[in-house]
């Protein structure tokens, strides 16, 4: 690993989506992935996307108990954009030599069909998901006194409805499999816990705190399951994606200041925090982590 | 007032819809009304539609600032049964001798487009709405881990869109009549609060975290905006109403049986809650009100 | 009922100390009672002490259930100043024909001597308390980082310490007379819920978080130890009471200009979320009851 | 290092104390260190404490951002047994070939007074405290119904206010050697975040509620002051250590018994999370880490 690759994407070509990350080669040292930074490929897929795939998921795949004597199949959902989409980008993951193969999925996350679809070939080809990492998320500007509803309603579709679908398919998908270690990690906010004075965020702070009551309710199902299953929320402050870009989409001034202010969370430290969670041993359950930006002040 | 009414109705053919209450004669004393109690209307229509017609909203419009030189115009969306949809409630409340006038209005809130005509023909008949109380909301049994989509939706689209959708529509027609002393208020849950291990309302649990962040939300642009409209949450433990039947359609008995384990919350003490909360004097805000049957446990 | 008293004092003199009620004449109707002014007592003892006998604490009573068919003995911490707690204070009383008869007593709630002591002579002589409101509270203004000990101490001795005290005698004593219907009510604050950005009151909010989990802690014994006896805490934002020329004492014009940005609580809207939770049916417990003035904006 | 150390100690022993660990070659890899089991000092001393200094604080340490270019000077307070107080712990450590050395201090820290003293010790001796890690805690089983007063007063001594006078003394330490880069890490509960139905602890949390105030007002000052020193605090389910011991002290099997039911967090995994939250770079600050046993239900 290594060179640094180069593939043409847009922010306006960006849209939710998902990736399986298979691992092939579980076990492979940390010590032996690279970092890669993405120049090109905005918003949270950055997180745990491409970059992701040397520093973040792969490292933490390669550590986590999951991985000891199987493959490993983890369903990762994010902004993806139609550049990376293609077999391009599984090329060059493959020619870069990382221990695991990125499948890349097309899927709107806010049509039920085209999730169910992907759920079904990811069984068909690759046995099913082992960690499901629910990262996709947006906020339209969309204020409670004056917004329209339907930037609510994609707020809702892809925070809540999405998020409840890939957790069940995901969690079926498991138990057919006899899966007892699997791992569900919902990506949050601060929002979801506390309500700041902008109103552009409110109806997005209101589908966060479904978020973090969707992780509390499933960590108990899953004890009554009698699973070892783990649920996850990571609750992030202000994280230098391309979320402003999309939330101020006719706004770009706005959004880039949004995130010169002060010095943001990035990709990376959200990928910190999934491995540590990941890694933890089975019988600790992270439950959830909030970290802002040490500067940010609300 | 005094006499019983006995409208034929039935809990399946009930439905989330509207009532608009006009009080014509504000400034009723609350002694003049009258408490009534309707045999068969089930849910939580009994707390603020024909039984408050008398005790409830009319009671706490009566004492309420708001009616001191002007009619009021109050919005309540609630669980409403085809026999009290139509003229004949009205009928009866005239014939009771009410302080104010029963206008229902027949509406499927989960329909936006029905929602809009109803504030358009609310605008043109009525001139607006000044108190919006979003009551309905429902819950379906469907768990995290094997849920149904469509009971999920169906919990998201009146829990969380209507009421948002309401109090916008609300707030405008306020905002277009220059009324500064109006009030929405969103009947929530103490599952908006804390998430309990009972599987079948966990998805429920989501959308009332959801309202708790909705009030904040509006608490905040309400000051942002300058006016004092004020927002408010009530958050009921265990009501006696046709939720549970409406939770366990399958099963009547496992719904009966949830209200008689201990001494339930009953349609009136949320009624109370309401005139309380309306009846404070305009500067003081009522955020949340936090109430449970002093013999729940959980 | 009606002439103005006007006892001497000053808020120099005020200490917290302890006002018991005894309702002589239970179910009085309110509207019997009248609402007198008290013009020099500052601080929370305004909200229920001497101006509450008549419109608060006394009508409260006067329509609480327990009142129906015995005396009742209502516990009342408060700021009383020196001038307010002799026997004059309850010669006022008695003269301007209150249904109750109010029996102050000088305690330092900072000394658990004191309090044992004042409650042993509240069973000697008057049988005990049915009603406990935990209203003695105050902020020094001691931020986290620089902040003196002997201020925080004081903070918790009064806001966590004696509330704690208090509230085992007063069950106590109910529980040895068999009282099934008895209240146990905490003053709490916004601050309980949540961290504004001021340092000055950063451990009181603490102190006001502990209440909160204090308040939640008791109802649930209660549950366990199968009475009716109800826990509720009373969550104010800003009321204009001697607490901020308490909190700064060196300051007195910061003190007044808190008061004066926004059109605040009064202690009469204190009175009154009290009256309204006491006068629930014994069925309902109001948990909590979060108020702000509608102009506050954090 | 390797070999184990036993030293003679008791759990009769134990009282809350603090260690100051020096780190005298920062930037050793955490590959050098070892991790060593302390067979007999229970209580969460052996989460960070003995145990610790191979495998927990020393590798936070040794990445940790503070040690690039200089001594680092971590205070951490727990429960120390007297055996393992003396000088014989520091010079087992240092013949392990450790690369801090350990400087064991005995305070009570229900004591301001040796607090201060302490604090003041450290400053002549070795120049102050870079990060400083409030990990003593204590519960009594003493319920709100029927506690006693002097257990309540011991919790809120050592859980609260040790934990403030720490943390004033620490930051006032950072302050005047121009530290920027500190770190203030208090050990909270799952229990500091909702109230669970068991008296014996329902005061403990009302202790810990206190802390979660605390923690976000001490973030909250430290922004004010323009400081990127963090504050974080971890928040664990039932974890192994000599806590239950500590709790049911004439009950050795129910504490026992406590930690048998279920899988229980173990002291490393509490030392792993304090070295994720010490070793995030500078600029992310981890506000809360909320985690339990994967198998604990409430």
Redo the contacts between chains.
């Keep these: 690993p290594g060179e640094e690759a180069t593939p043409s994407c847009d922010i306006g070509d960006c849209s939710p989506g998902a990736l399986l990350v298979l691992v092939e080669r579980p076990g492979t040292p940390s010590s032996e992935l690279s970092v890669r930074s993405h120049p090109i490929c905005w918003g949270m897929v950055r997180v745990l996307g491409w970059e992701g795939l040397g520093a973040g998921l792969g490292a933490a795949l390669a550590v986590s108990p999951l991985t000891q004597d199987s493959l490993s199949f983890l369903f990762y959902s994010g902004w993806v954009c139609a550049a990376c989409h293609g077999p391009k980008l599984a090329a060059e993951c493959q020619s870069a030599g990382y221990p695991g193969t990125l499948i890349p999925y097309k899927c709107d996350l806010s049509n039920?069909e085209e999730i169910l679809s992907m759920f079904s070939a990811i069984k068909t080809l690759h046995q099913g998901v082992d960690v499901c990492i629910n990262n996709a998320g947006l906020a339209r500007p969309e204020?409670?006194?004056?917004?329209k509803?339907e930037g609510?309603?994609t707020m809702?579709d892809v925070n809540?409805?999405a998020v409840?679908?890939c957790?069940?398919e995901a969690?079926?998908s498991m138990k057919e499999r006899n899966i007892d270690d699997g791992h569900i990690i919902n990506i949050n906010s601060m929002n979801g816990h506390?309500?700041v004075?902008q109103?552009v965020v409110?109806?997005y702070?209101?589908?966060?705190?479904?978020?973090?009551?969707?992780t509390?309710?499933?960590r108990?199902?899953?004890?009554?399951?009698r699973t070892?299953i783990?649920a996850t929320c990571i609750s992030p402050g202000l994280v230098e994606t391309g979320f402003a870009f999309k939330l101020h989409d006719n706004d770009p001034e706005r959004a880039a200041a949004t995130y010169e202010s002060i010095?943001?969370?990035?990709a990376e430290?959200m990928a910190?925090a999934v491995i540590?969670v990941l890694s933890?041993?089975?019988?600790?359950?992270?439950?959830?982590?909030?970290?802002?930006?040490?500067?940010?002040?609300s």
């Design positions: 039920e204020p409670l006194l004056s917004g509803t609510w309603r809702i809540v409805m409840s679908i957790t069940r969690y079926q506390s309500v004075p109103s409110h109806f702070s209101a589908t966060k705190y479904a978020v973090t009551a969707l509390e309710g499933l108990q199902e899953l004890r009554e399951a070892h783990r010095r943001c969370l990035k430290d910190n540590y933890a041993p089975p019988h600790v359950q992270i439950g959830d982590i909030q970290m802002r930006p040490t500067e940010q002040i």
